[in-house]
Antibody
Framework: QVQLVQSGAEVKNPGASVKVSCKAS????????MHWVRQAPGQGLEWMGR????????NYAQKFQGRVTMTRDTSISTAYMELSSLRSDDTALYYC????????WGQGTLVTVSS | DIQMTQSPSSLSASVGDRVTITCQAS??????LNWYQQKPGKAPKLLIY???NLETGVPSRFSGSGSGTHFTFTISSLQPEDIATYYC?????????FGQGTKLESK
């Protein structure tokens, strides 16, 4: 079955960067877009962007342009999301989600930005 | 960006009730709409795609309808395990945007 397993929780200082990984299994990794969505504590869902694992092409939400980089390593079926210049309001759960069917999301990675 | 407006933002219902949530898009999105269920501490779960198609394994008491700018999500007979927050999401145009969510509580 489709499964996405994300890396563990991170605590970062303001101004630092964080890189979250998402390892896919159970389907052809390169055949479906991978999306990244975040959720601040007690808040709703916010789409950050997507990557085409086949070509590496990306689309980012304007809000994150210049601060987010999505990449992938097809040899290990893993997608990455790196967010730089972290601020306190970047504290959130970060999810990866594949367009493969049945739909699957990662378990979420909590990123805490605090000095 | 396309704005998605859900209503209500919260509602209380009893087991067996029919529950309806609406989602309004700021422009025509055809039928490019998902509905998700999210329980506390869990990742969202896709219930409905293409506005009205039930995802594999999702109970038939869940349904969706609509096209263009107005969409409806219905639970025909509320079950205790349906207590959750529900989100719509459009995927007609980038960036893909979510509604603000509807928190469904037990009456």
């Amino acid at each position: 079955q489709v499964q996405l397993v994300q890396s563990g929780a991170e605590v970062k200082n303001p101004g630092a960067s964080v890189k979250v990984s998402c390892k896919a299994s159970g389907y052809t990794f390169t055949a479906y877009y991978m999306h990244w969505v975040r959720q601040a504590p007690g808040q709703g869902l916010e789409w950050m962007g997507r990557i085409n694992p086949n070509s590496g092409g990306t689309n980012y939400a304007q809000k994150f342009q210049g601060r987010v980089t999505m990449t992938r390593d097809t040899s290990i079926s893993t997608a990455y999301m790196e967010l730089s210049s972290l601020r306190s309001d970047d504290t959130a759960l970060y999810y990866c989600a594949s367009e493969a069917r049945p739909s699957s999301w990662g378990q979420g990675t909590l990123v805490t930005v605090s000095s | 960006d396309i704005q998605m407006t859900q209503s209500p933002s919260s509602l209380s219902a009893s087991v067996g009730d029919r529950v309806t949530i609406t989602c309004q898009a700021s422009q025509d999105i055809s039928n490019n709409l998902n509905w998700y269920q999210q329980k506390p501490g869990k990742a969202p779960k896709l219930l409905i795609y293409d506005a009205s198609n039930l995802e594999t394994g999702v109970p038939s008491r869940f349904s969706g309808s609509g096209s263009g700018t107005h969409f409806t999500f219905t639970i025909s007979s509320l079950q205790p395990e349906d207590i959750a927050t529900y989100y719509c999401q459009q995927y007609h145009n980038l960036p893909y945007t979510f509604g603000q969510g509807t928190k469904l509580e037990s009456k």
